[in-house]
């Protein structure tokens, strides 16, 4: 059985994610550039875990063709790192539940 629906919202999760981060980072070294080392410091750190999650979540998107069980804790682990960098910042919300959901797809689904 083909799995397009959970690697469609896995693949929206990821590049959500990406395009968080880098405007996060971006944010970041605004922030720096004006003199506020505090949010710089905030901006850059949850920009790089997300950037990490986020890329973690692709990997297990990549695997969901063969492994679809690994694919889906890589998954699952990802959407609770972006979900930790939710509590800094809420850019994270909509691609952790895209990945948290399809990770959970992958790993309860029909094959």
Same mark, same amino acid.
């Given at each position: 059985? #083909?799995r397009? $629906? @959970?690697d469609?919202?896995? &693949?929206?999760?990821?590049l959500?994610?990406? &395009?968080c981060?880098?405007?996060i980072? *971006? +944010?970041?070294?605004?922030?720096? @550039?004006?003199g506020?080392?505090? $949010?710089? @410091?905030?901006?850059?750190?949850? %920009?790089?875990?997300?950037?990490f *999650?986020?890329?973690?979540? *692709?990997? %297990?998107?990549?695997?969901? #063709?063969?492994?679809?069980k @690994?694919?889906?804790f +890589?998954?699952?682990?990802?959407?609770? %790192?972006?979900?930790?960098?939710? =509590? #800094?910042?809420?850019?994270? +919300?909509?691609p952790g539940l895209?990945?948290l959901?399809? $990770? &959970? =797809? =992958?790993? *309860?689904?029909k #094959?």
């Amino acid at each position: 059985m #083909k799995r397009t $629906g @959970e690697d469609v919202i896995g &693949l929206i999760g990821t590049l959500l994610g990406l &395009l968080c981060s880098l405007v996060i980072l *971006f +944010l970041g070294r605004l922030a720096y @550039e004006m003199g506020e080392l505090d $949010g710089a @410091e905030k901006g850059l750190t949850v %920009g790089c875990m997300g950037a990490f *999650f986020s890329i973690l979540g *692709f990997y %297990g998107f990549i695997k969901a #063709k063969g492994a679809c069980k @690994e694919a889906g804790f +890589l998954m699952i682990v990802s959407a609770i %790192g972006l979900f930790v960098c939710v =509590n #800094k910042i809420t850019f994270y +919300l909509f691609p952790g539940l895209a990945l948290l959901l399809s $990770g &959970l =797809n =992958n790993i *309860f689904g029909k #094959k």
